[in-house]
């Protein structure tokens, strides 16, 4: 059975630090690509990170330039988020989403992804 699992979510204060974990089960990340997507209360959800094995490698939403970096462990069969100078606005329930590599889709489209986690809490706040 293929499967994402999230963690590492919780309450933090502004300017604090997250680290989300995503691992997989079933299933090998290395010929997956990998996309982090968040849904704040009453929003669509928004796509934040994304890793890939292809050209296409790492990136980011304009909102978590400099403040976010995705990397990915292979022999843990996990992707990470860190999420650093956390803001209000980051707060949400964050999703990792899993398909197989491919020279083209859009990967900032969750429509193009197969497997989805369970989510995990993010919530930033004073």
């Known amino acids: 059975q293929l499967q994402l699992v999230e963690s590492g979510g919780g309450l933090v204060q502004p300017g604090g630090s997250l680290r989300l974990s995503c691992t997989a089960s079933g299933f090998t990340l290395d010929y997956y690509a990998i996309g982090w997507f968040r849904q704040a209360p009453g929003k669509d959800l928004e796509g934040v990170s994304y890793?890939?094995?292809?050209?296409?490698?790492?990136g980011y939403a304009d909102s978590v330039k400099g403040r976010f970096t995705i990397s990915a462990n292979n022999a843990k069969n996990t992707v990470y988020l860190q999420m650093d100078n956390l803001k209000p606005e980051d707060t949400g329930v964050y999703y990792c989403?899993?398909?197989?590599?491919?020279?083209?889709?859009?990967?900032?489209?969750?429509?193009?992804?197969?497997?989805w986690g369970q989510g995990t809490q993010v919530t930033v706040s004073s």
């Open positions: 890793i890939s094995s292809g050209e296409d490698g790492t």
């Open positions: 989403l899993a398909r197989e590599e491919s020279s083209e889709y859009d990967r900032e489209d969750s429509n193009e992804y197969d497997y």
